[in-house]
């Protein structure tokens, strides 16, 4: 069997920064456990693979494909960089003719289109809650293994996520989470009820109106992602808190990793968001099995 793979950076129009993804290209369907496999032998944060739906379906001239996500250790239901890394393979690799295409993923329908040298996709929007039995849960896992003495001034839960956010004073500088020591591998022992699958720490960028909107990093061990370099799906978290703290529905982020990335994003009137980044393609090849 061979499968042809590509890795691709996502956020980032650099080689060797922003989110390294996988995507494979899947002609036949793939026994289920090969998904997994595949995934922990790529042992990156994620590896996504692309199916034709209908078997007259072709990479190049179709609109609309499967997609599904794999950790090194487990599925998930929703990546926003492998999503982008996915769209510019049949954008640039495959030469997809196709102005938008769709995505039937564990999220629903994904959009992908082009605009100049970006890809922007079309993400669920998840909104965030103050809930007093998950902070009190997670303050103290943050106290051990993130963020010591520091000042938090928020505490967000999102439910459809299972991601918390973690809001620093605003008075911190954006070198303060870049140079924040997180022990994530605490956080396995920490939290074991399921309630918590990733931790967002954020911060308010420039508040002159130049420059980003907001900072963050995104941790989810429990997904064998210690920190993931730039996560699309935390920024449809993150979109919504900070739309509504700062009044905006364009924002400009970045993600404070040692790879780092950027995104664009634009809060829309249906109730989702759309992220935009670049992409660079950094390998290509075939899975021999």
Aim: neutral net charge; proline residues 4%; contains cysteine.
């Amino acid at each position: 069997v061979q499968i042809p793979i590509f890795t691709v950076d996502a956020f980032t129009n650099r080689p060797f920064s922003g989110n390294p993804a996988a995507v494979c290209l899947l002609e036949n369907d793939l026994d289920e456990d090969l998904h997994q496999k595949i995934a922990t032998e790529m042992n990156l944060s994620e590896t996504a693979f692309i199916r034709k739906l209908h078997p007259g379906d072709d990479f190049t001239r179709s609109s609309c494909f499967g997609l599904r996500w794999f950790t090194p250790a487990n599925e998930v239901p929703l990546c926003g960089h492998a999503t982008l890394a996915s769209a510019a393979v049949l954008f640039h690799m495959q030469k997809n003719t196709n102005s938008v295409l769709t995505f039937v993923t564990l999220s629903g329908e994904l959009k992908a289109r082009q605009v100049k040298d970006h890809i922007v996709l079309d993400l669920p929007l998840y909104n965030t809650y103050p809930q007093v039995n998950v902070f009190l849960c997670l303050l103290h896992i943050f106290r051990q293994a993130t963020v010591g003495d520091m000042i938090v001034q928020d505490l967000r839960y999102s439910p459809d996520t299972k991601n918390l956010l973690v809001c620093l004073s605003d008075t911190y500088e954006r070198s303060v989470l870049e140079e924040l020591n997180v022990s994530a591998q605490r956080f396995l022992s920490a939290e074991k009820t399921g309630k918590v699958k990733g931790l967002i720490l954020t911060l308010k960028g420039n508040s002159s109106g130049k420059g980003h909107d907001f900072y963050s990093r995104y941790f989810a061990p429990w997904y064998g992602v210690l920190e993931d370099p730039v996560t699309g799906s935390a920024h449809a978290v993150l979109s919504s808190y900070w739309s509504e703290r700062l009044g905006k529905k364009e924002m400009l982020a970045f993600q404070c990793s040692r790879c780092g990335g950027e995104l664009k994003i634009s809060l829309r009137s249906d109730g989702r968001v759309d992220i935009a980044g670049q992409t660079a393609v950094v390998l290509k090849g075939n899975l021999t099995f």
